[in-house]
């Protein structure tokens, strides 16, 4: 079992700035993808970026070039930096790990989530 710990949310105005963190402990396997997803009410959970130990990321088209996800050298903490926001933003960003093995994923874990609103 793995446990997340989001931080890092709040309200900002459009056009600034935050960054999420992610603490994950627990059982974390070395081979994993961790990332941020996030749900506005009314709306499906959706994935915003991941990273896989190795590096490699994955992004929305909607947030390229805005938002970049990182991780610590122990790659137990997980960050999204969040640039030039936009009030579409505005959601609960929840962090995911997966341990993966092989083409499959186990282990799936979520944290309580984070309020992310950009507003004037």
């Known amino acids: 079992q793995v446990q997340l710990v989001e931080s890092g949310g709040g309200l900002v105005q459009p056009g600034g700035s935050l960054r999420l963190s992610c603490a994950a402990s627990?059982?974390?396997?070395?081979?994993?993808?961790m990332g941020w997803y996030r749900q506005a009410p009314g709306k499906e959970r959706e994935l915003v970026a991941n990273?896989?130990?190795?590096?490699?990321?994955d992004y929305a088209d909607s947030v390229k070039g805005r938002f970049t996800i990182s991780r610590d050298n122990a790659k137990t903490t997980v960050y999204l930096q969040m640039n030039t926001l936009k009030p579409e933003d505005s959601a609960v960003y929840y962090c995911?790990?997966?341990?993966?093995?092989?083409?499959?994923?186990?282990?799936?874990?979520w944290g309580q989530g984070t309020q992310v609103t950009v507003s004037s």
């Open positions: 995911r790990y997966r341990r993966i093995i092989g083409s499959l994923y186990f282990d799936n874990s």
């Open positions: 990273i896989r130990n190795g590096g490699s990321t």
């Open positions: 627990g059982n974390i396997f070395s081979n994993n993808v």
